[in-house]
């Protein structure tokens, strides 16, 4: 038992349970402030820690694009390290996107070609048959089925017509008719402005990639990489051999400028374009254990878009012709001829349909909000923590500052220049 009479000389020890450590509580004034502008996620509070990520997210204080209130948060966040931010829209403004879907249709081409297994070459009968397909384009007998299809890499003339594929035809031996095919096609929705408008049970869609954020300026957004073979060789049989061709990817977030440029915004991510293996196992780097489905990649690690995975993302594992699927959703994402292929790129995902809406910009482009406009009411409603949110974060910025939250007097002068 513990020794409480330490008059006499000698060693005492006293245990001192110190383990409950009580949590920081984040103290002093903090700002609230409510932008427009033509990026960045809107209509819910962001929390904004440096003045490289607000202009990251929203961009650089300009006349011409922003509110007043764009060089406010600008000039607070050179004197603070932390600012909530709340980019308000209009009503009518979208969310750019881009699906990739699969295509179940084929075209007829009525002329002759030559096929034979095993070959990597189609004899076409003669010029017009030849002219009716390009390089790019994938084409199988009419007696085979689409499983059988090859895309075209390149087209000979200079003695006899001849298209070479990318692969060796492992269909019928024959001459015949062909069809005309694309494996999976990329599709845009108009109208986009919530999660539900694009719908998870597509069984036709393998991914939809959408804006973080409504506007224009994201219409300016793509999304493209290369094969990362080495990550395939995690996956080998007893003699080395690739399991799983076309599964990895290193991709990035890029900007298509004005001049033709591009500027990468984010990344490059190594990501899988399946969740898991044939066998069940879940894809993860094995140095860090972290899921590498692209769904959950790019939704963890960009602040630009956002990624769902359809129904038809299973086909790319379990279809009995899974690593053509792959492949061929791997062309579309590539921006050059994947590594040890010959296969034509699609050159990476566009995103299409982002609208910045009416009230905010004039037909030049330039920032030309009005007093009285609808846009006033709803960065009224920002302020006062009562606007419809993305995410339920402003209606609850009342709750859980009350009793501090008290915001300054409302002036227009901050959004009308």
């Excluded at 202009?55 to 204080?61: I, R, V």
């Excluded at 699906?99 to 004899?123: L, M, R």
């Amino acid at each position: 038992m513990p020794v409480t009479d330490r008059r006499e000389p000698g060693v005492y020890v006293t245990i001192e349970d110190k383990s409950y450590v009580a949590p920081t509580i984040e103290i002093g004034r903090i700002g609230y402030i409510v932008i427009l502008c033509d990026r960045g996620p809107h209509n819910r509070i962001v929390t904004v820690t440096s003045l490289k990520k607000f202009h990251q997210l929203f961009g650089k204080p300009d006349y011409r694009r922003t509110s007043q209130t764009h060089y406010l948060a600008d000039k607070y966040l050179q004197y603070s390290s932390k600012c909530l931010i709340c980019r308000v829209v209009p009503e009518d403004s979208y969310w750019a996107n881009m699906g990739i879907v699969e295509n179940n249709t084929a075209t007829s081409v009525a002329n002759d070609y030559t096929f034979a297994n095993g070959s990597n070459q189609i004899i076409p009968a003669d010029d017009i048959a030849y002219d009716a397909f390009d390089v790019g384009d994938w084409i199988f007998s009419n007696d085979d089925l689409m499983e059988n299809a090859r895309q075209i890499v390149s087209k000979d003339d200079s003695s006899g017509y001849v298209f070479v594929l990318g692969a060796d035809y492992e269909g019928t031996s024959s001459s015949a008719t062909a069809q005309k095919y694309i494996p999976y096609q990329m599709t845009s929705l108009i109208s986009v402005d919530k999660d539900n408008d694009m719908p998870e049970t597509d069984s036709e869609t393998v991914f939809y990639f959408y804006a973080n954020g409504a506007g224009e300026y994201y219409n300016n957004i793509s999304i493209k990489g290369v094969r990362n073979i080495q990550m395939e060789r995690m996956y080998t049989d007893p003699d080395g051999e690739i399991l799983y061709k076309y599964l990895f990817m290193d991709i990035g977030v890029y900007y298509n400028n004005t001049d033709g440029t591009e500027t990468l915004l984010e990344g490059p991510w190594t990501v899988s374009l399946t969740r898991r293996t044939i066998e069940n196992t879940v894809i993860r780097n094995l140095a860090t254990g972290r899921i590498l489905y692209i769904e959950d990649i790019i939704n963890e690690s960009s602040d630009f878009i956002r990624c769902k995975s359809a129904l038809a993302s299973e086909k790319l594992v379990t279809d009995i012709d899974a690593e053509d699927r792959r492949l061929q959703v791997m062309l579309l994402l590539s921006q050059s001829n994947p590594i040890a292929t010959t296969n034509i790129a699609g050159g990476g995902i566009n995103f299409e349909n982002g609208t910045d809406g009416t009230g905010l910009y004039d037909i030049s482009g330039n920032y030309a909000l009005q007093p009285f406009s609808p846009l006033e009411g709803l960065v009224k409603q920002a302020y006062m923590g009562s606007l419809t949110s993305v995410d339920g974060s402003v209606e609850q910025l009342p709750e859980v500052t009350y009793p501090w939250y008290e915001p300054d007097c409302f002036c227009w002068s901050s959004y009308i220049m």
